[in-house]
T-cell receptor, first 112, second 109 residues
Framework: IAGITQAPTSQILAAGRRMTLRCTQDMRHNAMYWYRQDLGLGLRLIHYSNTAGTTGKGEVPDGYSVSRANTDDFPLTLASAVPSQTSVYFC???????????FGPGTRLTVL | GQNIDQPTEMTATEGAIVQINCTYQTSGFNGLFWYQQHAGEAPTFLSYNVLDGLEEKGRFSSFLSRSKGYSYLLLKELQMKDSASYLCAVRDSNYQLIWGAGTKLIIKP
């Protein structure tokens, strides 16, 4: 692995179903983030984790949950998907001492 | 509330220079970032400003005025591959990034 990977690349999901988006980084970064990107809007932070074992809520956390059991993995779970969660989801990471965030390739999720 | 404003779309000619502006109102300021995002791809880091002034990196430069809540990204010698969206983001007092909606730059030959 080089950088950040996300899975799946894309997914079509029926409303009401549970879904976990996976994110793994191999840069040993402390901080990780989940964003959603919708047309005409800036990236919006869903949840973040400053270090393994801790998580925090971002701007739009409702309907989503995260866990950070170790440094490398930061899965995002939709407990019961709704159509308004149709979006492109990006995972990102940064070293707590560095400036920029590095982004994964994204997951395109459609909820019908 | 927190707000980042940038133009929705700009058009420029190959070989020319273009300036993309960004104004912000945020709770605290701990740096301003510019990212490039090609259609269907992830954002990639371009530049970072935390002090007033100009930061130059090859064909790209970024300027910051904290007193005016203003930044711009300057792209010189435009190439067709520069066609992309350019995202402005400010790190606020909680050290979280607040993002603008992005400026779609169209380069014409």
């Amino acid at each position: 692995i080089a950088g950040i990977t996300q899975a799946p690349t894309s997914q079509i999901l029926a409303a009401g179903r549970r879904m976990t988006l996976r994110c793994t980084q191999d840069m040993r970064h402390n901080a990780m983030y989940w964003y959603r990107q919708d047309l005409g809007l800036g990236l919006r932070l869903i949840h973040y984790s400053n270090t393994a074992g801790t998580t925090g809520k971002g701007e739009v956390p409702d309907g989503y949950s995260v866990s950070r059991a170790n440094t490398d993995d930061f899965p995002l779970t939709l407990a019961s998907a709704v159509p308004s969660q149709t979006s492109v989801y990006f995972c990102a990471s940064s070293d707590s001492g560095e400036r920029e965030q590095f982004f994964g390739p994204g997951t395109r999720l459609t909820v019908l | 509330g927190q707000n980042i404003d940038q133009p929705t779309e700009m058009t420029a000619t190959e070989g020319a220079i273009v300036q993309i502006n960004c104004t912000y109102q945020t709770s605290g300021f701990n740096g301003l970032f510019w990212y490039q995002q090609h259609a269907g791809e992830a954002p990639t880091f371009l530049s970072y400003n935390v002090l007033d002034g100009l930061e130059e990196k090859g064909r790209f430069s970024s300027f910051l005025s904290r007193s005016k809540g203003y930044s711009y990204l300057l792209l010189k010698e435009l190439q067709m591959k520069d066609s992309a969206s350019y995202l402005c983001a400010v790190r606020d007092s909680n050290y979280q990034l607040i993002w603008g909606a992005g400026t779609k730059l169209i380069i014409k030959p």
